[in-house]
C-alpha cells in the first residue's frame, strides 16, 4: 500500500515536468525515485534497530564486567592486602588513612607541640645499571616517601613546615619554613637556603630537632611498606567501584 501510495504522487509530477518542458534530468530524477521504490518501503524497523543497539551495549558490559572480575581476582592473589601492618607500638603516631584517598596523615602529641605528618603516594624509584655509581645523580631516582610534617604549639599561632623524602637509611630534610595560620595560600614565603648549604651543625641539629620527635629512618620504612600496601587496597577499591557503577 506504501507504494501505490507514493507512485500516485512521483508519476503525475514527472508527467508534468515533462510537459511543461522542463530539464530531462528532473524528469530523470524522478524515475530514479520510482526505481528505488522498492528498497525506500523496505526499510529495517525502528524497533529493531534500537533492540540491536541496547543488544550491543548489554553484551559490552558483560565483557567489560568480565574483565574487572579478573582483574580483581588477579589482584587479591598476587598483592592481597594486608591487615598486620600497624602493630601496637609500631609507631609513636596516630594513623588516619581514609579509603578512596591517596595519602594519610599521622598525628601525635609531642609535649605541648601538635605534630602532623600528611604522608604522601611511595614514589618507586627507576634504578639504571649504568647509573649505580654516578654520584652527580643524588638520590632522585630512589624509591621514597615524601613528608609535610607540620610542628605547631596551639591554635591560631604559627607553626614550622618540613618536606621531608625518607629513605630506606635516612631522612633527608628538603626545606623548611615558618609559617602563619591565616597566610594566604597566594603568598609565597622565604623558605631560606637550601638544606644541604646549611652548616653541618646545623643540618645535624634539625635533624636531631625531628628525630626526637618521632621523623627518622625507621619511620619512612615502616612508611614505604604502609603505603605500598594502601596502593593496593586503593586499586582493588578502584575496580570494584568501576564494576558497581557498570551493573548498575
Given amino acids: 500500500m506504501a507504494s501505490l501510495h507514493i507512485l500516485r504522487k512521483v508519476v503525475p509530477a514527472a508527467i508534468r515536468t515533462l510537459k511543461h518542458g522542463s530539464p530531462l534530468h528532473s524528469a530523470a530524477r524522478f524515475a530514479v525515485r520510482i526505481q528505488r521504490l522498492p528498497e525506500l518501503t523496505k526499510r529495517t524497523p525502528w524497533a529493531e534497530i534500537t533492540g540491536a543497539a541496547f543488544a550491543s551495549k548489554s553484551e559490552g558490559e558483560e565483557n567489560l564486567l568480565q574483565i574487572l572480575d579478573s582483574e580483581i581476582q588477579c589482584a587479591l592473589d598476587s598483592d592481597p592486602p594486608r591487615e598486620d601492618l600497624v602493630p601496637k607500638g609500631a609507631i609513636p603516631f596516630t594513623i588516619e588513612d581514609k579509603p578512596g584517598e591517596q595519602s594519610i596523615c599521622l598525628r601525635r602529641k609531642y609535649g605541648n607541640e601538635d605534630i602532623k605528618v600528611e604522608v604522601m603516594p611511595l614514589e ?23 613528608m ?3 610542628i605547631s604549639k596551639g591554635e591560631g599561632r604559627r607553626f614550622l613546615e618540613f618536606i621531608c623524602s625518607g629513605y630506606s637509611d635516612d631522612m633527608a630534610i628538603e626545606s623548611m619554613s615558618v609559617k602563619e595560620p591565616e597566610q594566604s595560600t597566594d603568598f609565597i614565603g622565604y623558605e631560606g637556603p637550601p638544606f644541604s648549604d646549611l652548616d653541618d651543625e646545623l643540618q645535624r641539629g634539625f635533624h636531631k630537632y625531628l628525630e626526637v620527635r618521632g621523623i627518622k629512618a625507621s619511620l619512612s620504612n615502616f612508611l614505604a611498606e604502609y603505603m605500598l600496601n594502601k596502593d593496593s587496597n586503593e586499586y582493588i577499591r578502584w575496580l570494584r567501584n568501576m564494576k558497581e557503577f557498570v551493573e548498575k
Avoid at 655509581?133 to 631516582?141: A, K, N, V
Wanted: glycine fraction near 12%.
Fill in 124 to 146: 618507586i624509584g627507576e634504578q639504571d645499571e649504568e647509573d649505580e655509581d654516578d654520584e652527580e645523580r643524588g638520590r632522585s631516582g630512589e624509591t621514597h616517601v615524601t
Fill in 148 to 150: 609535610i610534617v607540620t
